[in-house]
């Protein structure tokens, strides 16, 4: 965990480098909109190995990762299969080749492992009617403690739960971000706020990194505090090709060229070359973009300004102390009330 006032600004590079290791449990914590796409690619870049990846929908983000053979296991409610068995994506290949094992959960029951870590359980009760269902009867890697049935302490009833997620690292996209974390995020939210805070540690990437007051002026947006943030990554086009509220849509194009590609393990494979490994960062990613199919292709996504009414933040006064350090109520100094505490035996030390 990190402390409130350090500058906790660097590159993708340095923060995949330093908060993920190989043999993790990584979850990636936007819900199919505004991926983290450029740590996404740099973990690949830097060849981590033996993943355990949590991704409540899994389209680019998992299917790059597991093409470039850093995942060994995948908890998932969804993962894009395009074509089934026979013409499915990475994964599938993946699963079939005996190289990727897999845990299939309910969005519900995924969102709920979440929230048990979130909030420092370790466990959590779920809905019981997806025990009549292969999601509760076929277990993978995580055997009996996929789903747990327990009784009810007050009713003896029969509850099924489900077993707390903290990962050791969520990598997650934002739209704007402070330079001592705290990350602020606006539009369909999923289960973007519960995995990132209920991993162990957390690297943010944002379109922009704004001043401190520009994030006090807007507490509402605030999903992630400072404390929680060990890594800022300021990465404009950072979730690329998916589209981020505010600054540019899907880049539909871009990611039907990323399916075609994927369909085969070749041209998967000269897909990662071109985009990832061929691109050491996401400035070198929209060069190459722009020299591909034209700057025109980016500047036709980029949002048009749709602004919400400003709140009124505003009180009398900040603060019970005044600007001459009395209390508002009693009119005394900080000396004073303890003067008068330690007087009636109050003032404990």
């Given at each position: 965990?990190?402390?409130?006032?350090?500058?906790?600004?660097?590159?993708?590079?340095?923060?995949?480098?330093?908060?993920?290791?190989?043999?993790?449990?990584?979850?990636?914590?936007?819900?199919?909109?505004?991926?983290?796409?450029?740590?996404?690619?740099?973990?690949?870049?830097?060849?981590?190995?033996?993943?355990?990846?949590?991704?409540?929908?899994?389209?680019?983000?998992?299917?790059?990762?597991?093409?470039?053979?850093?995942?060994?296991?995948?908890?998932?409610?969804?993962?894009?299969?395009?074509?089934?068995?026979?013409?499915?994506?990475?994964?599938?290949?993946?699963?079939?080749?005996?190289?990727?094992?897999?845990?299939?959960?309910?969005?519900?029951?995924?969102?709920?492992?979440?929230?048990?870590?979130?909030?420092?359980?370790?466990?959590?009760?779920?809905?019981?009617?997806?025990?009549?269902?292969?999601?509760?009867?076929?277990?993978?890697?995580?055997?009996?403690?996929?789903?747990?049935?327990?009784?009810?302490?007050?009713?003896?009833?029969?509850?099924?739960?489900?077993?707390?997620?903290?990962?050791?690292?969520?990598?997650?996209?934002?739209?704007?971000?402070?330079?001592?974390?705290?990350?602020?995020?606006?539009?369909?939210?999923?289960?973007?706020?519960a995995a990132a805070l209920c991993s162990k540690q957390i690297i943010?990437?944002?379109?922009?990194?704004?001043?401190?007051?520009?994030?006090?002026?807007?507490?509402?947006?605030?999903?992630?505090?400072?404390?929680?943030?060990?890594?800022?990554?300021?990465?404009?086009?950072?979730?690329?090709?998916?589209?981020?509220?505010?600054?540019?849509?899907?880049?539909?194009?871009?990611?039907?060229?990323?399916?075609?590609?994927?369909?085969?393990?070749?041209?998967?494979?000269?897909?990662?070359?071109?985009?990832?490994?061929?691109?050491?960062?996401?400035?070198?990613?929209?060069?190459?973009?722009?020299?591909?199919?034209?700057?025109?292709?980016?500047?036709?996504?980029?949002?048009?300004?749709?602004?919400?009414?400003?709140?009124?933040?505003?009180?009398?006064?900040?603060?019970?102390?005044?600007?001459?350090?009395?209390?508002?109520?009693?009119?005394?100094?900080?000396?004073?009330?303890?003067?008068?505490?330690?007087?009636?035996?109050?003032?404990?030390?």
């Open positions: 965990m990190s402390h409130n006032n350090d500058n906790k600004v660097m590159s993708a590079r340095e923060a995949v480098s330093r908060f993920v290791n190989d043999g993790d449990e990584l979850i990636i914590g936007n819900y199919t909109v505004g991926t983290c796409v450029e740590l996404v690619f740099e973990v690949c870049r830097q060849k981590k190995q033996g993943l355990t990846v949590y991704s409540q929908s899994g389209i680019l983000d998992v299917d790059v990762l597991v093409n470039a053979g850093c995942v060994k296991r995948l908890v998932s409610t969804y993962v894009m299969r395009s074509g089934g068995k026979k013409g499915g994506g990475a994964v599938e290949r993946a699963l079939q080749a005996g190289t990727l094992e897999m845990e299939d959960y309910t969005n519900f029951n995924y969102n709920a492992r979440l929230m048990a870590g979130m909030h420092g359980f370790t466990f959590i009760p779920v809905l019981e009617g997806v025990m009549a269902t292969d999601l509760f009867r076929k277990r993978g890697f995580m055997g009996e403690d996929k789903y747990r049935v327990i009784d009810c302490p007050y009713t003896g009833k029969k509850i099924l739960t489900v077993p707390a997620a903290n990962p050791d690292v969520c990598i997650i996209h934002v739209q704007r971000a402070d330079r001592l974390g705290n990350a602020q995020y606006w539009g369909s939210m999923g289960s973007v706020a943010v990437s944002c379109e922009e990194i704004v001043e401190h007051d520009i994030i006090q002026s807007s507490p509402h947006f605030t999903i992630i505090p400072a404390f929680r943030v060990n890594a800022v990554v300021q990465v404009p086009w950072g979730a690329h090709p998916t589209e981020v509220l505010g600054h540019y849509n899907q880049d539909r194009f871009f990611y039907g060229l990323f399916r075609q590609s994927n369909t085969t393990a070749d041209n998967a494979k000269a897909w990662l070359e071109e985009w990832v490994y061929g691109c050491p960062d996401r400035e070198a990613y929209l060069d190459h973009y722009s020299a591909r199919f034209g700057i025109d292709m980016l500047d036709r996504l980029r949002a048009k300004a749709y602004y919400s009414a400003p709140a009124n933040y505003g009180a009398a006064f900040t603060s019970v102390w005044d600007e001459a350090g009395r209390n508002r109520v009693f009119g005394l100094t900080l000396e004073e009330v303890e003067e008068v505490m330690e007087k009636k035996g109050l003032l404990y030390e």
